[in-house]
């Protein structure tokens, strides 16, 4: 099985657990976003960061008024009294595609995850990618184009839970679309299992303290005062 620079156990179906930090982020406005994007050093996350050693993050990103939630995923860069700076390489590109407060709005909650996804195309060998969000109705993957094939596929995947509690889930899904690095797919069929492993899922979010973005950001300070 090829494994796409995944953590795995030789012998194993299910990955060694690799849970990223999980970060709950709350913008008074979408202008505060763009400027915090607008961070050289990074994507900054204030204190509290975890204790123990970690290397990725999951950030949900909200706003007041509500709609659809815009999720990243990227790697701890470096650590400060402050918090902590990440390499998210897409938060500007995703930031780009959200809708407006009158925008349409997903039928279905996404939730960013932890999932590892074996993908099965028909005629190939199965390989490993990263989850990076499912709902019910789909869910989108660390692979590009090249790895998937073309918009209307349809693709057998099995999703696999960081928790070893959680049963590993088989769905048929077909390409919604693909990029580079990301991919969207519309979930045709699955088992009962997948309502088990998104609520696993949602309690662990469900645990997650939310930050406010206020004015002791460095975003909101001169730019000659903004280095991490």
Request: charged share 25%; with cysteine.
């Amino acid at each position: 099985m090829l494994i796409n620079a995944l953590v795995h156990r030789r012998n194993s179906y299910r990955p060694v657990q690799d849970t990223g930090w999980l970060v709950r982020y709350r913008f008074a406005s979408v202008v505060d976003l763009y400027r915090h994007l607008r961070l050289g050093q990074g994507f900054f996350v204030p204190q509290p960061i975890p204790g123990e050693p970690i290397s990725r993050a999951i950030v949900e990103i909200t706003f007041p008024e509500g709609g659809d939630k815009l999720l990243l995923h990227g790697n701890v860069r470096v650590r400060s009294p402050e918090g902590a700076w990440l390499d998210v390489p897409s938060a500007r590109t995703t930031a780009r595609w959200m809708a407006g407060p009158a925008g349409p709005r997903r039928e279905q909650v996404r939730m960013a995850c932890d999932l590892f996804v074996e993908v099965r195309p028909r005629g190939t060998e199965p390989w490993l990618c990263r989850g990076l969000d499912v709902g019910a109705g789909g869910l989108r993957l660390a692979a590009g184009s090249m790895e998937l094939g073309v918009a209307g596929d349809e693709i057998d995947l099995t999703m696999l839970s960081p928790d070893p509690q959680v049963a590993p889930v088989r769905a048929t899904a077909r390409l919604a679309w693909a990029g580079v690095r990301e991919a969207g797919l519309q979930i045709v069929s699955t088992t009962p299992e997948m309502r088990d492993l998104l609520r696993a899922v949602e309690e662990r979010w469900a645990a997650v303290r939310e930050i406010d973005h206020d004015a002791a950001c460095p975003c909101s300070r001169p730019p000659m005062q903004q280095a991490g």
